[in-house]
């Protein structure tokens, strides 16, 4: 199985500060990394797929980047509504895991 | 856009059955792929089970494998996650997702249903 990691853990930003949360995976999953935003309470919601691909509706300031086994969101200008977990999930292969989740507040 | 809402969430006891279902709509159901999530409370997300768009191919967690099974209604536009010998450990969140594409592989969860909580406990 495919192990994902995310780093860090938790960060704590400034309102627009630039955040990158980087997600590694144990094996090369290509391009089939998606990453999601959860806030308290909701259901996640799609950001990015496929590595670089901004979801419709998603604000441009959410850019994926990377490949293979290394993956970067970053957030260009950080906005209170940008508080929540941010996780990266792979569909490379079964089983589709979950990274841990980056925990995003505000300072 | 669509929307998925699932039902039949509940409290059960350890080694009994369960069957949770997502009813899908405002979208055209038979192009997607489906699949649940599941998400214990206050922790991550945990990739539960898919189905393709036809529902002849099945994928399953190593960790309900074999007790967990999917199925979808073409003609009812639903999905199902019939949950047998449950556990202590299968107390969670449990969401229904719908897939950009007709199979799971390579592709992302771009629909989410608001999620029904399962709770199994003596």
């Known amino acids: 199985d495919i192990q994902m990691t995310q780093s860090p853990s938790s960060l704590s930003a400034s309102v627009g500060d630039r955040v990158s949360i980087t997600c590694r995976t144990s094996q090369s999953v290509s391009i089939f990394l998606n990453w999601y935003q959860q806030k308290p309470g909701k259901a996640p919601k799609l950001l990015i797929h496929?590595?670089?691909t901004l979801q419709s509706g998603v604000s441009p300031r959410f850019r994926g980047s990377g490949s293979e086994t290394e993956f970067t969101l970053t957030i260009s200008s950080l906005r209170p509504e940008d508080v929540a977990i941010y996780y990266c999930?792979?569909?490379?292969?079964?089983?589709?895991?979950f990274g841990p989740g980056t925990r995003v507040d505000l300072k | 856009q669509g929307n998925l809402v699932e039902s039949g969430g509940g409290v059960v006891q350890p080694g009994t059955s369960l069957t949770i279902s997502c009813a899908a709509s405002g979208f055209t159901f038979t192009n997607h792929a489906l699949q649940w999530v599941r998400q214990a409370p206050g922790k991550g997300l945990e990739w539960v089970a898919a189905v393709s768009y036809d529902g002849r191919d099945k994928y399953y967690a190593a960790s309900v494998k074999g007790r967990f099974t999917v199925s979808r209604d073409n003609s009812k536009n639903t999905v199902h996650l019939q949950m047998t010998s449950l556990r202590n450990e299968d107390t969670a969140f449990y969401y229904c997702?719908?897939?950009?594409?007709?199979?799971?592989?390579?592709?992302?969860?771009?629909?989410w249903g608001q999620g029904t909580l399962v709770t199994v406990s003596s």
């Open positions: 496929r590595a670089v």
């Open positions: 999930h792979h569909s490379y292969s079964t089983p589709f895991t």
């Open positions: 997702a719908r897939d950009r594409s007709k199979t799971s592989s390579g592709s992302s969860l771009d629909l």
